[in-house]
């Protein structure tokens, strides 16, 4: 079964254990850090989320929780403490179907270090990360849990969409990305590139030069790139 074709709720189930045993086993989490959610197709709907303080390297497809539209469970152990978070971004980006939320290292020793703006947490060093990251904000830091974090991602969504962006991420500080995408695969390979961007600037100590003006238009003209 391709993780591209459009699965039912059976294979959503499988194809989010894979993704999270992927990133588990890759080091993008650790320990009980971390969770995914899932859109589930209409006109059910509602979703799938890891439970909370579940290891993503070891989910059980029976295990995962399901809510409905409204955010209550319906069955699973219990959903991640993240659900309101991930609701909210689906709210506010309706073309989401999977939301991921990582520890990864790389992008959490940026945050130590300083990020390059807050409005940018790396500059856009190769063409990629221009094409399937795009910009990614910085989120303040609140405890893990707070509900502002949902609110200040949501009206980040929002300002990027007045400037005719779309949002694929955002970094919260000192915590971890929060990346979401048409489906597993496209999540993923936002975190993937975000990861990898932040590691080429760190070994650069953060000197390298990002993309000429001229070579991000190419990919705004050539590839519909939101940036």
Same mark, same amino acid.
């Given at each position: 079964?391709?993780?591209?074709?459009?699965?039912?709720?059976?294979?959503?189930?499988?194809q989010?254990?894979?993704?999270?045993?992927?990133l588990?086993?890759?080091g993008?989490?650790h320990?009980?850090?971390g969770?995914?959610?899932?859109r589930l197709?209409e006109?059910?709907?509602?979703?799938?989320i890891?439970?909370t303080d579940?290891?993503l390297g070891?989910?059980e497809?029976?295990?995962?929780?399901?809510?409905?539209?409204?955010g209550?469970?319906?069955?699973g152990?219990r959903?991640?403490?993240?659900?309101a978070l991930?609701?909210?971004?689906?709210?506010h980006?309706?073309?989401?179907?999977c939301?991921?939320?990582t520890?990864?290292?790389?992008?959490?020793? +940026?945050? #130590? *270090?300083? !990020?390059w703006? /807050?409005d940018?947490?790396?500059?856009?060093l190769t063409?990629?990360? $221009?094409?399937?990251?795009?910009h990614?904000p910085l989120?303040?830091y609140?405890?893990p849990g707070?509900?502002?974090v949902?609110?200040?991602?949501?009206?980040l969504i929002?300002?990027?969409?007045?400037?005719? +962006?779309s #949002? *694929?991420? !955002?970094?919260c /500080?000192r915590l971890?990305?929060?990346?979401?995408?048409?489906?597993l $695969?496209?999540?993923?390979?936002?975190?993937?590139?975000l990861?990898?961007?932040?590691?080429?600037?760190?070994?650069?100590?953060r000197?390298?030069?990002?993309?000429?003006e001229?070579?991000i238009?190419e990919?705004r003209?050539?590839?519909?790139a939101?940036w």
């Amino acid at each position: 079964m391709s993780l591209l074709s459009q699965p039912s709720e059976t294979q959503l189930r499988e194809q989010l254990c894979q993704v999270g045993r992927s990133l588990f086993e890759r080091g993008y989490v650790h320990g009980t850090t971390g969770n995914i959610s899932v859109r589930l197709p209409e006109p059910a709907g509602g979703f799938l989320i890891t439970p909370t303080d579940a290891c993503l390297g070891f989910l059980e497809p029976d295990k995962l929780a399901k809510v409905d539209a409204s955010g209550e469970q319906l069955s699973g152990d219990r959903a991640s403490k993240t659900l309101a978070l991930h609701r909210r971004i689906y709210q506010h980006s309706p073309q989401a179907n999977c939301v991921i939320h990582t520890h990864s290292s790389w992008l959490v020793d +940026l945050t #130590l *270090r300083g !990020v390059w703006r /807050d409005d940018d947490i790396v500059p856009p060093l190769t063409p990629y990360f $221009v094409m399937k990251v795009g910009h990614v904000p910085l989120v303040p830091y609140f405890r893990p849990g707070d509900v502002r974090v949902a609110d200040h991602i949501a009206t980040l969504i929002e300002a990027y969409r007045t400037r005719g +962006l779309s #949002l *694929r991420a !955002v970094m919260c /500080d000192r915590l971890g990305p929060q990346v979401w995408g048409s489906n597993l $695969v496209s999540a993923m390979a936002v975190l993937e590139e975000l990861e990898e961007t932040a590691r080429l600037w760190l070994r650069s100590g953060r000197q390298a030069e990002p993309l000429s003006e001229a070579a991000i238009e190419e990919c705004r003209q050539h590839f519909q790139a939101s940036w």
